[in-house]
């Protein structure tokens, strides 16, 4: 069964910062890799998907990366804004399709 | 863009009581999707249904029931509200096409079961 973990569950940076969020999953065999961004109360939004036989994916500040054989992906904010605060999930699509599996979050603050 | 819609923001219902949630996507999207969200648990899928009147079990069916009648809409059904039902439900959709299609995500409805 996949499991989808990203470390730290939290995370604060000032403003103008680069920052890396981390995600990992342990079944390889994965249709894709998918990130989504959720501010507090609301549903998620989609940012960036790589499919599984990408390695990145960008757009604007925002740059996905995907490693399969270590079961890694990454998510590079560049310059970091007030308003990129907010959750960072990561999902996966695995085998048979459909179902993603999801990570707990990296809740992001970014401060002034 | 996509838009997916659902019928509430906030619901509070009593033990025992029928509930409905409603979605609603408007990209002609052969697949729909439920989930719930809970602190520490993250995003767990009850349903989802790939065309009309068909519907799989995700990971916690227990206590729901789905209905797609429309392609545009996706019901989840609590036949009898408990207050471990209490959360947020969120629903989705995609295109048919496993592998390269993003799922899209409604805003959500924060439901409490007293």
């Known amino acids: 069964k996949q499991e989808v973990t990203q470390i730290p569950a939290a995370l604060s940076v000032p403003e103008g910062e680069n920052l890396v969020l981390n995600c990992s999953f342990t079944?390889?065999?994965?249709?894709?890799l998918q990130w989504f961004r959720q501010d507090p109360g609301k549903g998620l939004t989609s940012l960036l998907l790589i499919q599984s036989s990408q390695r990145e994916q960008t757009s604007g500040r925002l740059n996905a990366s995907l490693d399969k054989s270590s079961g890694r992906s990454t998510l590079y904010i560049a310059a970091s804004q007030p308003g990129d605060s907010a959750t960072y999930l990561c999902?996966?699509?695995?085998?048979?399709?459909?179902?993603?599996?999801f990570g707990t979050g990296t809740q992001l603050k970014v401060e002034l | 863009d996509v838009k997916v819609t659902q019928s509430s923001r906030y619901l509070v219902k009593r033990t025992g009581e029928k509930v409905f949630l409603e979605c609603v996507q408007d990209?002609?999207?052969?697949?729909m999707f439920w989930y719930r969200q809970d602190p520490g648990l993250g995003l767990r899928l009850i349903y989802f249904?790939?065309?009309?009147?068909?519907?799989e079990k995700g990971d916690i069916p227990e206590g729901y029931s789905v209905s797609r009648e429309k392609k545009e809409r996706f019901s989840l059904i609590l036949e009898s509200a408990s207050t471990n039902q209490t959360s947020m439900y969120l629903c989705?959709?995609?295109?048919?096409?496993?592998?390269?299609?993003?799922?899209?995500f409604g805003p959500g409805t924060r439901l409490t079961v007293l």
């Open positions: 079944d390889s065999a994965i249709y894709n």
């Open positions: 990209m002609d999207h052969e697949n």
């Open positions: 989705a959709s995609r295109r048919r096409l496993a592998g390269d299609n993003e799922q899209f």
């Open positions: 249904s790939y065309d009309v009147k068909m519907k």
């Open positions: 999902a996966s699509e695995g085998g048979g399709g459909n179902k993603l599996t």
